[in-house]
Every structure is written in structure tokens, then in C-alpha cells.
């Protein structure tokens, strides 16, 4: 189960809807060995795509190396889908490679008419995406 705060969950949804129609993407960050996201560090999409998304390279060597420096583990990796259902597509699946992370995927498909707004959660490892249940608390 995937627990966060309220305002964790809140930023996640306004970056998602910020970017629309592009997709939104990003990383919540934890100290190391927990499963406790804390920090909110959203990214740039460098595929500026509304059906794809791309971390910088420089961008992602960089934020590598901050969590090191501050001890902390990517908890949360997020990004948006801007056009379809929050499930992990066969792509999202292949740049999986956090096994201990939550993958979120937020769908702002809503913003346009085409479904409903949706945030998920899921793990995936392996290549196996399993939905987990997502809690929203104040604070922890």
C-alpha cells in the first residue's frame, strides 16, 4: 500500500494538470530504506509529449546524485497520462527499474472529456505491474 499526505497527493495532481496535454512526470523522494515519500521534486518531461515522457538525462544524473548526498531513496515515481486510463503502458513498464518504488500514474484524461480523473498506484518488478491501494493521510 502506497501511503502519503494530502499535500504530497496534491502537488502530484497540480503538476499533472500544469503540464496537460503534455504528460507530467517525476519523483517523490524518501529517506533511504523507507517507504516514506517526502520530498516533491517535480521534472521536466524533455519528450514534451502527451503520450510520452522522458526524464533529461542530466536532469536524472543530477537528481541521482542529490538523493544520494541527502541519503534518500526515489519513493514515489510519477507521470501522467493525458489521454487514456492510469495503467502502465508497455513502455512505462520497460523504464520500471526502482523495484522498491511506487509507480503512480496519474490520468488527466478528465481535462479534455475522455474519462475520468484517476491517480493509481502500482509496483512493478520484473516486468509484473501489481495495483496496490492508495491512502491519503494529513500527516504522518
Known amino acids: 500500500m502506497l501511503t502519503l499526505t ?15 496535454p503534455d504528460e507530467a512526470c517525476g519523483v517523490v523522494a524518501g529517506p533511504a530504506g523507507t517507504d516514506r515519500p517526502e520530498r516533491f521534486i517535480p521534472m521536466l518531461n524533455a519528450a514534451r509529449s502527451p503520450t510520452f515522457y522522458e526524464f533529461d538525462s542530466k536532469d536524472l544524473l543530477k537528481l541521482y546524485r542529490e538523493l544520494d548526498d541527502r541519503d534518500e531513496d526515489p519513493v514515489i515515481v510519477y507521470h501522467s497520462h493525458t489521454a487514456t486510463e492510469a495503467y502502465p503502458s508497455r513502455t512505462d513498464v520497460t523504464y520500471a527499474n526502482e523495484p522498491g518504488a511506487h509507480y503512480v500514474l496519474v490520468s488527466t484524461a478528465d481535462k479534455d472529456g475522455l ?20 491512502q491519503v493521510v494529513e500527516a504522518y
Not at 9 to 18: E, F
Not at 115 to 134: A, D, K, L, M, N
Open 6 to 20: 494530502q499535500a504530497l497527493y496534491d502537488q502530484i495532481v497540480g503538476h499533472a494538470r500544469q503540464d496537460h
Open 115 to 134: 474519462g475520468e480523473f484517476q491517480f493509481r498506484s502500482y509496483r512493478i518488478v520484473e516486468g509484473v505491474i501489481t495495483e496496490e491501494e492508495v
